[in-house]
């Protein structure tokens, strides 16, 4: 599961790829195309936690603009003691002291340096990690997937659900489950189906198109949206209608 969305994607699981090269690139007019910030958007800036006791390092994604996380929601659906995705497409929850000036270096961060801030510290994405990026820097050069095998079996089991081969949606949808090391289902179902394709597909850019595709993107986004972190620094902003009666002008839509 590591080398999913390891340094090299050059791999069966990789259906299509853009490609980047940082030598023959610095633009998207360049053959190396230019750089892009994914490899920071996801991740926390475990820099600026109190105490000074973490400090920007590779291992913890470098310069990052914590501007996405994913939610409770997401979180409950895995299985964290046996799901490799878990352990494989985000951050480890518990932060190592990176900091050799620390005389805690190496150790367990302590309970209380988490701050309340979500983009000091959140659980994290870690499928866009590069580790090639340099520190201090949000440009990445790294390789990004578009399409995938995985991505291929949940579409052939929602195809499969929606003429009533529900063998052939289990076959799909089991290929992806006991790949990440965990049972198959013995049934299918849509929950299962919507949830086994969350755990997956995580911010990869398909969720949106499955919600609408089935015609429950406006009930699933208000159902789940809340569940972001205990902290009190969040503010609630439900899906409304006009957000896909579209199009619908900036100006007027700022006034709905």
Not at 48 to 55: H, K, V
Not at 159 to 184: C, F, Q
């Amino acid at each position: 599961m590591a080398q999913v969305f390891g340094q090299n994607l050059n791999h069966r699981e990789a259906s299509l790829v853009y490609v980047r090269d940082e030598v023959t690139g610095g633009n998207d007019n360049l053959p190396g195309g230019g750089p892009t910030w994914i490899s920071s958007v996801f991740n926390s800036r475990v820099y600026e936690l109190s105490g000074g006791e973490m400090i920007r390092s590779v291992e913890y994604g470098g310069e990052s603009l914590g501007w996405s996380f994913p939610n409770d929601y997401l979180r409950s659906l895995y299985d964290e003691e046996n799901d490799l995705r878990f352990r494989t497409y985000y951050y480890p929850l518990q932060l190592i002291v990176n900091n050799p000036s620390s005389p805690n270096f190496g150790k367990p961060l302590a309970a209380d340096r988490y701050d309340d801030a979500y983009r000091r510290y959140h659980w994290s994405l870690k499928k866009y990690h590069d580790d090639e990026k340099r520190i201090g820097t949000l440009n990445s050069y790294k390789d990004h997937i578009f399409y995938r095998y995985a991505e291929t079996l949940l579409l052939g089991a929602e195809a499969a659900w929606r003429v009533g081969d529900l063998d052939k949606a289990l076959e799909y949808i089991n290929s992806v489950r006991t790949r990440a090391g965990l049972n198959g289902f013995a049934s299918f179902d849509l929950e299962s189906y919507l949830e086994e394709s969350a755990r997956e597909l995580a911010f990869e850019n398909e969720r949106w198109f499955l919600l609408k595709r089935l015609g429950i993107l406006v009930d699933r986004v208000n159902k789940y949206y809340e569940m972001g972190s205990n902290s009190g620094n969040k503010a609630i902003y439900p899906m409304a209608e006009h957000m896909v009666n579209m199009p619908i002008s900036q100006n007027h839509s700022r006034q709905c």
